[in-house]
């Protein structure tokens, strides 16, 4: 069964930092590139970062960058969103995705990011 299971979110204070971790299973992890979403309230899904297959290539959506860092352990089946400085606009639900060419994105549940004092 292939499943994406994402993790850390939870409440913190402006300023302050989270680290999610999404762990893949039933798939060849390092065949996919690997994406975090966030969907905040009232507002569409929006893409926050993106790693290639060998996690030789990120990118960041222009409101985090130089804030989040993204990373994967291929080993480990395991992709990392690194939040500093969180802003309440970071609140949201954040979701994993897998991502390969002609295969249907596979995608987590998601896991509740709060950025509040």
């Known amino acids: 069964q292939v499943q994406l299971v994402e993790s850390g979110g939870g409440l913190v204070q402006p300023g302050g930092s989270l680290r999610l971790s999404c762990v893949a299973s039933?798939?060849?992890?390092?065949?996919?590139?690997m994406r975090w979403y966030r969907r905040a309230p009232g507002k569409e899904r929006e893409l926050v970062a993106g790693?290639?297959?060998?996690?030789?290539?990120?990118d960041y959506a222009d409101s985090v960058k130089g804030r989040f860092t993204i990373s994967r352990d291929n080993a480990k089946s395991t992709v990392y969103l690194q939040m500093n400085s969180l802003k309440p606009e970071d609140t949201g639900v954040y979701y994993c995705?897998?991502?390969?060419?002609?295969?249907?994105?596979?995608w987590g549940q998601g896991t509740q990011v709060t950025v509040s004092s």
């Open positions: 995705s897998a991502r390969a060419s002609f295969r249907i994105p596979i």
């Open positions: 039933g798939l060849t992890f390092n065949n996919y590139d």
């Open positions: 790693v290639t297959e060998s996690g030789g290539t990120t």
